[in-house]
Each structure stands twice: as C-alpha cells, then as structure tokens.
C-alpha cells in the first residue's frame, strides 16, 4: 500500500499567514493527489485536485504543487474560515490512502 | 445538485451486521464509480471501499476485507455496504463520496478522486 505522511499534523496561524502543508508518497503517484478541508462535525470538502487544479467555487489563496512523491498545499493570506483540519489524498492506487491530517489552528 | 443521503447507522454490537446505504441525486449514478470513506471519533479519514460504475469491480481496505461488502443498485441510485462481524474499531461516521472520474474529449479515461461527500452516518459498535 501507498503510505502518505503528512505534515505537520499540526501547526499554529493568525489571519493573514502564509501556510504550507506537505504530503509525501512513499512511492511515485504521478500527480494523482487530492487535497481535503474538513470542518469539526462536517464531511470533507475538496479543495485542490491532480495535485494543482483548483475545485472550483474554492478561494485562489488555496494552491497546491507537486508531482510524483512530494506535494504542498499552501494558504496565502489564512482567513478566519480557513482554520480547519486538512488531509491530503492519493488515488493513484487502490487502497486509496490518506495523509495523517494537519489541523490549522488560531 | 449533486447530493449524497447516507443511511442506516446505529448502535450494534460486536460481531453483529450492519447495512448502510447511500441515496444519490443529480447526477447519472450509473456513470460513476462509489466510494466508502469512514472517520474514527476524534481521527483521521479512512478510505474504505470502492465500487465502479456498473459495479463489476470492487476494491477493499485490508482492514475491513472479508467483512464488508460494497454494492450498487443503479436502477435506485443508491450504494450500499454490507458490514459483518463489526468490531469495536470499525466504530466511526461512515461517508459514502462520488468518483470524480470518466472520458476526457480524445477518450481517455480519468480518475481524480471524490469530489462530492455525503453528510456521513454514525456506526457505532458496542455492547
């Protein structure tokens, strides 16, 4: 199976701050990596997919990059809606596997 | 509207079964790949089981292989999963999610994951 270690799990922000979450594949995905907000007590939500393209309706201050076994999720410019945890998602391979989360927190 | 209602959580007790099941609406059910997604109280997400389109291939998590069993009923749109000898660990809310997946313009095939989660329902095993 395809491991995804995540990091941090979590980390402290204020408004405003740039924020860099990273997922790294213990084998090649290509680019077929998905990037998901989940909100206490509610169901994920997608924010970036194939690594880079954003889901649309999603603010541009979210991006991701990477390609084969290191990607990014980043936040320019956190807002107070965007204090959330986030999970990273392989799909390349079946077990589908996520990364540990990363909770953003004030 | 896409949307996805799932069903049929509750309170059961170790080694009995449940069945959940996963309402779809606004979309061609039948076109799309299925997924089972779970989260544990207070951890992370699970993925654990898929189902394609047509529901001739089916995919499982080692951790629940043998005891659960994902299907589809296209002409209901709705997707199940059967769970059998339920242990404590598989306590969590369980969300089914939409492939987003299918035929680009030169007919090449695409997977990019699940776009559209369910609100979830709650499974909880215990005696």
């Known amino acids: 199976d395809i491991q995804m270690t995540q990091s941090p799990s979590s980390l402290s922000a204020s408004v405003g701050d740039r924020v860099i979450i990273t997922c790294r594949a213990s084998?090649?995905?290509?680019?077929?990596l998905g990037w998901y907000q989940q909100k206490p007590g509610k169901a994920p939500k997608r924010l970036i997919y194939?690594?880079?393209s954003l889901q649309s309706g999603v603010p541009s201050r979210f991006s991701g990059s990477g390609s084969g076994t290191e990607f990014t999720l980043t936040i320019s410019g956190l807002q107070p809606e965007d204090f959330a945890t986030y999970y990273c998602l392989q799909h390349n391979t079946y077990p589908w596997t996520f990364g540990q989360g990363t909770k953003v927190e004030i | 509207e896409v949307q996805l209602l799932e069903s049929g959580g509750g309170l059961v007790q170790p080694g009995g079964s449940l069945r959940l099941s996963c309402a779809a609406s606004g979309f061609s059910f039948s076109n799309y790949g299925m997924s089972w997604v779970r989260q544990a109280p207070g951890k992370g997400l699970e993925w654990v089981s898929a189902?394609?389109?047509?529901?001739?291939?089916?995919y499982y998590a080692d951790s629940v292989k043998g005891r659960f069993t994902i299907a589809r009923d296209n002409s209901k749109n709705t997707l199940y999963v059967e769970m059998n000898s339920l242990r404590a660990e598989d306590t969590a809310v369980y969300y089914c999610?939409?492939?987003?997946?299918?035929?680009?313009?030169?007919?090449?095939?695409?997977?990019?994951?699940?776009?559209?989660w369910g609100q979830g329902t709650t499974v909880t095993v215990s005696s």
């Open positions: 084998q090649g995905i290509r680019n077929d």
């Open positions: 999610a939409k492939d987003d997946s299918g035929y680009d313009w030169n007919r090449v095939y695409y997977q990019y994951g699940m776009d559209v």
């Open positions: 189902i394609s389109g047509r529901g001739g291939t089916t």
């Open positions: 194939v690594a880079s």
